[in-house]
């Protein structure tokens, strides 16, 4: 085992394997190739620019392709052209706040699943958020590996479900 | 928590000096004297005026008890006197009216009709009759005094005047005390002549005495000059002047208090005896006070005297009683009032960490994201990537770790004024720092926050963490006014000399009138279930404290404007 693997926190050898293939795929053709996610589109919408362009980085660096949205309205307007599989959305932010967007996602696209990722949620907006069907709720910071299960989770649910 | 004091622990309870200043014992001791003096005033004036009433009422009494025996020895002393001198004088008269010159120049005759008077009358010492010129004609007496002038005798003018005379008192050639009984008949045109009887003082003297009827008094005459015309026993000899003050003439008897040189105060009754020129006069045996009245008096001073310090004795008691409930009463209420004052403190400190833990999240993301960036480029990028992109990496993480600290420091900076304590401030930057813990709320809402401050930092000498509060409290209250998208304006501008003020208005719901009265009172609150209603409460509180004023104004649906006003200087407080 290298010492990156290491660092990596113990991620299964298949799935290491697996990666630095795609990784070397991908540098070979200089295009981005469906990752170990498969086809699943994302859509990042957060207030903060940094934070939400480093996450989109390094999403794409596990080869998870993802859109980003600075806040709700500019969210709610790509989802008009395009539906992704999976949103991630913020709570506060300046204007239709994380709840409302939920809500309105919820009614137009049923089959959208979106995960709430917050730094400012309570126990409350968490159980209103999960009401409104939310597919699940994480708090910043979270750890990428995390997030990416449940994203891979949200992909592969059948929005029937829901 | 402790971390966010650094002063020294915060507790909800009063410290002993706390204690003292809010309840200063001064105002204390001024309504405690203010309340003994006057409920003591009320009690006892009335009681000493009825007291004085009631005492100079009794001495009347006793009063008039004593005099009434003096004026009846006056009034049976006056008869006697009046009878006596009546009778003699009518003797006389009757003797000059009934008998012929010269039976009465005659001295054999005249000393007849001297010892039938004598022995009818008795007092009479001799009798003697006198020209018209003064001259002694004959003489019937022991004396011999036949041939004398009497012309200018002062006796002899009178009778020749008035027809009929009593002298007073007087020696005479003779120089014995007596008095004269004197008759002028006229006898013709000019022309008559006058008969004169001569008292013995020594009749009178014994007359005067059988008044005496209580032991230890004293009986005399006077003339209208003062003069004694008899002996007495304590007021001087005869024809001296009496050691009792003379009265002006009076025909009613008048009772006099005098003042004895070594028996004290003594009643003392003068009457004047008509048809002559003296004056009985009568001197109580006994002070003017009787024993009684001496121990009724002492019983009234005796009950006054309890009554007094019985009253004095229970206001006190009763005002310290009321007083001291006050006291209590305030101390207890302060006590209350510093509690929620810390409730809401530590209140507001709560909602300020949540929000300001919120608030860090966000920078904290980001020092995850980005260094969990670096740290995949690091392990999964052959080569490595570039230098420039990895310090790019480094540089927003250090950004936001100073936004970290800047928020950690913006609390720190609230919680370390919780001690009380005055400082120069400048209005605006103290604005602008408590605007701080809102910014991100305004943002998120979209409430446009607009400031009007004065281009010389206003400075005034306050508590920061009062004002702080104060100013959150304020501000908060205009965030829950407003919708989102809503306006806040806030401003300074100097009011009167030596103050500032501070305005905050919304653009909000606005108070409905049947509100405005109760927005300071505590627990009063609109937000069912959110609010405590302690907020505006304290508010008040605090800038009554540090020496200012809040005043509202609003207006349902078009908004609210808070106008808090400070004093510049050091407040008084």
Redesign the interface.
Known sequence: MTA?AL??GGMPDEAREV?EKA?ELARQTGNIEPGVGGTLKILLVDD?E??VR??A??LQ?RDLGSDVALNGEDALSMLEEDLPDVMVLDL????I?GLEVLEAVKSRYPTVQVIILT??GSEKDEAIALRLGAFAYL????D?QDLMAEVRRAGEAPSEDL | MTELTPDGPVTPGLSEGEERSLVPGRPYRRILLTATLSVSFVAIVPLIIATGINYLQYQEAFREEQSRPMVRFAANGKLALEAFLEERTAALRFVSQTRSYQELTDPSTLGEILEDMKSSFGGFSDLGVIEADGTQLSYAGPYELEGRDYGSAPWFREVIRQGIHVSEVFLGYRDFPHFVIASYRETGRGEGFVLRATIDAEYINRLVGSLLAQPGGDVFLLNHQGILQTPSRSHGEVLTPAQIPSLPFSIQTELLEIQEPELGPRLAAYTQISGSPFVLAIVSPGGTVTPGWTGLRRNLLFFLFGSTILILAVVIWGSHWMVGRARNADIARAAVYHRMEYENKMAALGRLSAGVAHEINNPVAIISEKAGLLKDLLLLSEPLPPKEKMLDLLDSVVRSAERCGGITHRLLGFAKHMQVQTETIELDQLLVEVLGFLEKEASYREIKIELDFPEEAPEIVSDRGQLQQVFLNVINNAFAAVDDGGRIQIGIIEGEPGTISVWIQDNGVGIPEEHMSHIFDPFFTTKKGAGTGLGLSITYGIVQKLGGDVSVQSQVGVGTRFILTFPIGKPEN
């Open positions: 990156a660092a990596e990666m990784h903060e940094d934070f480093t996450m980085e390094r660096m506060k932010m300046p204007g706040g730094g400012h708090k910043k910071p979270v990428i």
